[in-house]
């Protein structure tokens, strides 16, 4: 991940409702959720919701998908560990001192179990 794409990110993730929106996601994983369910789960309107989607997708946080007449949202996992990456690839003077962070795979949580989340609207 270059400097220009992490600049971007890390702006997109420094304010407190696109924060919030991303950390739903990630704890979602894979299968998403409507952003019906992202608005009511952090109480935030439609159109302010919108306005941090587009805000996430611009930086390549999330993407979106279509489900009939729904938009599935989900968070960009590799863009997270390139971004952790980046920020954590010269600790320790180059010393080996921590296992490097991982996104984990998908429909798997971070013990290794299978996951299942109910994303209907």
């Known amino acids: 991940m270059d ?6 990110a890390l702006a997109a993730l420094a304010q407190e409702s696109r924060l919030a929106i991303f950390r739903l996601l990630i704890q979602t994983g894979p ?6 369910k992202i608005g009511e789960a952090l109480h935030i309107s439609s159109s302010a919701l ?3 989607l587009k805000e996430l997708s611009h930086a390549n946080l999330v993407v979106a ?20 990456g980046f920020l954590t690839e010269n600790c320790c ?15 798997v949580d ?7 989340h109910d994303t209907r609207p």
């Open 50 to 52: 919108s306005f941090h």
């Open 31 to 36: 299968a998403g959720l409507y952003a019906s």
């Open 3 to 8: 400097t220009k794409h992490v600049l971007k």
């Open 110 to 116: 971070a013990a290794g179990n299978a996951r299942a």
């Open 93 to 107: 003077a180059g010393e080996a001192c921590a296992v490097p962070a991982q996104a984990c795979p998908p429909g």
């Open 65 to 84: 998908r279509q489900e009939g007449r729904f938009v599935v949202y989900t968070a960009q996992f590799d863009t997270m560990t390139a971004l952790v």
